[in-house]
């Protein structure tokens, strides 16, 4: 008797072929989702019932996988019957990464979504209890980005390539529930009146969401976060590195709340811990001088653009004086003005006062014994015939980070004065990444069910689902990187 032959298997070519069993495999196998797993919290009635409590019958694990398989199929209802259909083949890989659970024994299905719910509003609700699942998804998260081919050094800061610095960008998810209500006036706590009846009408409501101010002009009701994101050029191959909550809960978008750039600074410093190498920040215009200063002291620099005066011109900066040599003597004087990110000097050729572009040369990054780093460029006077001969190619160095002096004189040095400024070959190439956040942002809301609104009330549950979307988008991006340079994944179809 012949043995039946087996079906011959093929690698997975296209990333949107990528069944749910085959994400599953790539996920539970990843070094970054046991180290989340790992730092979830343990229910607290699973061996010890004198806390009371039943005995819990998944591990945190099982609701991690759930919540990021959630994120694929779109909805905790439907992972839960993916879950379900691969249940006896996943089930092996988990127990063994969490032995004595009753659930994961043979002959025992899949986790219900009730439970998925019970154990996410449990333990990761608390600030303190999600913090430490946050702080070790970032680092796992920049890990995987190092093993990805990200913060390299593929550039340098003179001349940066993509995959070396990281992008950010504010973002307002909807509110599940819509504030709005034609005719009527809102009392607070999800009251409303009818001024015409007196009618009071009670609605659900998000206590955590407020009105925040959006790209184009308009205020949506909802939930403000800051996303990072890297990119490295290559198709379906961007990371979400780490997000923050922006505003303050249940208020507008008012003073309070105007802290998006300097909330995006810490999320990339945080970053920076387990990723040394990344050079810097691309952002909006939000990012002002205090920020790039911030950036600076931390060894990392901000690409910008520079804000513009009411008449459409860009802010500029006259810095005065500075000494030029040559071969290491003073060769003279230049007058130094900040002018649209980068200096020029004032020449008088023929009666008239000339603007003439400085030529940048190596950035220098130094270090402090106490505080952070100071930042230098040189630059060279151009041999240009409107200048004296005398300061041709003479050189001088230029502090790019604001001093002591600049902030008892209140003069915004760097506001005024950019390592990469708008107009240069390394500002045309970074400022690419700014499409690529709003990107992120979009693919964020085409995964959120229903009708691109937060699929959760409140923060405490919005930032787990911005974890499992995290999660999962990375790994889709280690697939991809995968399948382009042709390394073997761990299923086959």
């Given at each position: ?11 997975l070519?296209?990333?949107e ?5 085959q ?5 539970v ?10 730092q979830?919290p ?50 092996k890989?988990?127990?063994?990464a969490?032995?004595?659970?009753k ?7 899949s ?18 209890d ?5 702080d ?25 390539d993509?995959?070396?610095?990281v ?25 409303w ?36 994101g ?23 978008d ?5 802290k ?20 810097g ?29 009411s ?20 060769a003279?004087?230049i007058?130094?003005?900040l002018?649209?990110?980068?200096p ?7 009666g008239?006062?000339h ?9 220098m990054?130094?270090k ?9 460029r ?5 041999c ?7 300061l ?39 400022i ?29 549950r ?32």
């Amino acid at each position: 008797m012949t043995a039946p032959q087996r079906r011959s298997r093929k690698q997975l070519k296209r990333l949107e072929d990528l069944t749910p069993k085959q994400f599953m495999k790539v996920l539970v196998d990843n070094p970054a989702f046991t180290a989340i797993a790992d730092q979830m919290p343990e229910p607290v009635s699973h061996l010890d019932r004198s806390r009371g409590g039943r005995p819990a019958e998944y591990p945190p694990v099982v609701f991690l996988a759930l919540g990021v398989l959630a994120v694929q199929t779109g909805s905790i209802r439907s992972a839960v019957r993916a879950l379900a259909d691969m249940w006896d083949w996943i089930r092996k890989p988990l127990h063994a990464a969490a032995p004595g659970y009753k659930g994961l024994q043979r002959g025992f299905g899949s986790p219900t979504r009730s439970q998925f719910r019970r154990y996410r509003d449990l333990y990761l609700h608390g600030d303190s209890d999600y913090a430490a699942v946050h702080d070790e998804a970032v680092r796992v998260f920049a890990d995987l980005a190092k093993d990805n081919g990200y913060f390299d050094r593929t550039g340098t800061i003179a001349d940066p390539d993509i995959s070396d610095v990281v992008f950010g960008d504010g973002c307002v998810f909807k509110a599940r529930f819509g504030l709005k209500r034609k005719g009527l006036e809102f009392l607070g706590d999800g009251k409303w009146v009818n001024p015409v009846t007196g009618e009071i009408t009670n609605r659900l409501w998000d206590p955590d969401a407020g009105n925040f101010v959006q790209g184009d002009k308009t205020w949506p009701y909802g939930l403000k976060y800051s996303i990072i994101g890297a990119h490295n050029g290559h198709e379906r191959e961007r990371m979400f590195l780490n997000f923050g909550q922006l505003g303050v809960a249940g208020n507008t978008d008012g003073a309070q709340s105007h802290k998006e750039a300097e909330r995006s600074v810490d999320l990339v410093a945080e970053i920076q811990q387990s990723a040394p190498d990344v050079y810097g920040l691309v952002y909006d215009m939000a990012l002002r001088g205090t920020h790039h200063d911030t950036l600076y002291q931390l060894g990392m620099f901000g690409v910008s653009q520079i804000h513009r005066h009411s008449d459409g011109l860009p802010k500029s900066l006259v810095l005065g004086n500075h000494e030029v040599t040559r071969d290491g003597r003073t060769a003279g004087e230049i007058n130094v003005v900040l002018y649209d990110g980068a200096p020029y000097m004032y020449a008088t050729a023929g009666g008239d006062r000339h603007l003439i572009t400085l030529e940048a040369g190596k950035p220098m990054r130094r270090k402090n014994r106490t505080t952070g780093y100071r930042w230098y460029r040189s630059y060279t006077v151009p041999c240009d015939p409107r200048i004296n001969p005398v300061l041709h190619a003479t050189t001088f160095r230029l502090r790019l980070d604001t001093t002591d002096e600049d902030k008892n004189r209140k003069r915004g040095r760097a506001e005024n004065l950019r390592l990469h400024p708008e107009g240069t070959p390394a500002f045309k190439t970074l400022i690419a990444l700014r499409p690529v956040s709003e990107s992120l942002n979009s693919w964020i809301k085409n995964h959120q069910v229903p009708h691109r609104r937060a699929p959760v009330v409140g923060h405490a549950r919005m930032r787990v689902h911005l974890l499992f979307q995290a999660l999962y988008l990375n790994i889709r991006a280690t697939i991809a990187r995968m399948l382009r340079t042709g390394q073997q994944l761990p299923f086959t179809t």
